[in-house]
């Protein structure tokens, strides 16, 4: 069998900080059980957001795991959700934030959540972002749901390219154009909504591909993003789906079903757009 790794396997980002590829999502998630659940199981990256309005939660929850983890061993990831009115409160967003994530007065990787603030309020939030690097807040800096044109006129404005941009990617939605892009631009992917929230539970094509390799549908979407190179974010509150869904790295999908799953793209994905339907349809040419 291919090794593909674990989920303590770490990819270098751009910059050169190291990061595991395998995230849990928080969004929702206010509770310390599940966390400490995801803990025990081996998971060392936690994705959280301003929006999600659970930082202090997640930092309070991994603080007071019972078990034995290093902070610098784990990889905390949080979103600026829009930018202030300078760069300076945009900047004092992201201190609070590291504040109220409390776990080393820094957080791992600072994302911007979404593009939709305009040209001024993109570039206000990078700007941002890069002197939380300077500072020490941040370790890395990234952007997230940014399609080409928004990544391509930080150009104008930044003194370093983002080293990740997450997005929605499952067989169902690969954002080819994107995906392109990033690889040549040396931009880290990373694919949340990794289970498509549940949706494609039933796709023939996934069922048949699952049977084949004698594992539930999850298993094999997470599968396929890890193969494909991202790092993968999934999220549950339930125990035994935080188990199962880590439980990726006893089995591969071969050439032939990563082909069968590759061919379901149908652009469809489980959250809401973050781009206009027009804008989407210059970046998929080639798409229905
Ligand atoms: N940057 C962004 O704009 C953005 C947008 C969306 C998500 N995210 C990040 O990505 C994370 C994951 O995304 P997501 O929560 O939207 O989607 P997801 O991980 O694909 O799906 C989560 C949903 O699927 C259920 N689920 C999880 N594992 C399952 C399994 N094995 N069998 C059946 N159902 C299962 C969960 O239910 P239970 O919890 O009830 O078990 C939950 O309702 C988020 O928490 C967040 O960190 C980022």
């Not at 980002?13 to 969004?27: D, E, W």
């Not at 591969?252 to 079903?257: A, G, R, T, V």
Request: some cysteine; glycine content about 8%; aromatic content about 10%.
């Amino acid at each position: 069998m291919t090794d593909h790794g674990d989920a303590a396997s770490r990819l270098t980002l751009r910059g050169g900080v190291q990061a595991p590829r395998y995230v849990f999502g928080t969004g929702g998630i206010f509770e310390p059980g599940p966390i400490h659940h995801a803990l025990k199981e081996g998971y060392l990256a936690f994705d959280t957001a301003q929006q999600y309005n659970n930082e202090r939660e997640v930092g309070e929850a991994i603080r007071s795991y019972p078990g034995q983890v290093d902070r610098k061993d784990l990889f905390i990831i949080s979103k600026v959700a829009s930018p202030g009115s300078t760069v300076e409160e945009t900047l004092q967003g992201i201190r609070e934030s590291v504040e109220k994530i409390g776990l080393g007065g820094y957080v791992d990787l600072f994302l911007i959540h979404n593009p939709n603030f305009g040209p001024e309020g993109r570039k206000n939030e990078w700007l941002a972002l890069e002197q939380a690097k300077k500072e020490g807040l941040v370790r890395a800096i990234g952007v997230s749901n940014y399609v080409v044109r928004h990544l391509e006129t930080m150009k104008e404005y930044a003194s370093e390219m983002p080293a990740v941009n997450q997005i929605e990617l499952s067989p169902f939605n690969q954002d080819p154009e994107v995906a392109a892009y990033c690889a040549k631009e040396g931009i880290q992917l990373q694919a949340f909504a990794s289970v498509v929230r549940g949706a494609k539970s039933e796709d023939p094509v996934l069922l048949a591909v699952a049977k084949e390799v004698g594992k539930n549908w999850n298993k094999v979407l997470l599968r396929w993003a890890w193969q494909r190179g991202f790092m993968v974010t999934c999220k549950s509150a339930t125990p035994s789906r935080i188990t199962d869904n880590i439980e990726i790295f006893d089995f591969s999908l071969n050439k032939e079903q990563m082909t069968k799953l590759d061919g379901l793209e149908c652009c469809y994905r489980c959250t809401p757009r973050t781009v206009s339907e027009e804008e989407r349809k210059v970046y998929y040419v080639n798409m229905p």
